[in-house]
């Protein structure tokens, strides 16, 4: 069996704060995939070099300093991996870099959350190929803007299934990407909003298999 993979668990929130997060937290740590730490200090981001991944977990809005910042960019950039969880999508909006590291920005969701069906796009990849071909959940299901042209897409929602208002996307609406940046490997989901779902085996398989695939392991 590998070793466990080295992961900073950051979920620092100055904008809306997901009720969901102690659950996300205790759900990873007690994962032996994984060796944990779990922070929402600014300054562990700043040692993101001392980790395999440093995953954002429904973190929001600004919360890094310029140190942490510059460090995690030398962190994706060198090889290391970023993993982002659901609202991470809705942080570092003044920083334009993190745009490109999530490789989308955050346009929206219909109010509150409701069933839907997720497709896989992606069946071979490790946090997707545990997944039936379509997968029923419940969520939030985020819309974005600025979605980058190179997304390796792994996830999307059947756009039929749900009611998405104003915040429709053309198909195929993504869910779930990769992208890699410099030696390094990004990997988001933006499913992930309630209690739920962290006692959900099959979405942390989803969650496992992206910080395994962004450390390398795959």
Known sequence: MSDPVRTLVFTRTTDYRHDSIPAAVAALQARPELEVVASEDPGDVARSGEFEVVAFVSTSGDCLDDAAREALQAHVLGGGGFVGVHCAAV?????????????????????????????????????????????????????????????????????????????????????????????????????????????DEAFLGHVLGGIAWAAGRY
């Open 91 to 199: 942080t570092e909006a003044g920083w334009p870099w993190y745009g490109e590291l999530l490789g989308a920005r955050f346009a929206g969701h219909p109010e509150g959350v409701q069933p839907g069906t997720v497709v896989v796009e992606d069946a071979a990849h490790p946090s997707t190929a545990h997944l039936p071909a379509r997968w029923g959940f419940v969520d939030e299901w985020y819309a974005f803007t600025q979605v980058r042209p190179d997304l390796h897409l792994l996830l999307s929602v059947d756009g039929a299934s749900i009611d998405a208002g104003d915040h429709a996307m053309p198909a195929p609406h993504p869910q779930a990407w990769q992208r890699e940046l410099g030696s390094g490997r990004s990997w988001f989901t933006a499913l992930g909003h309630g209690d739920e779902a962290w006692a």
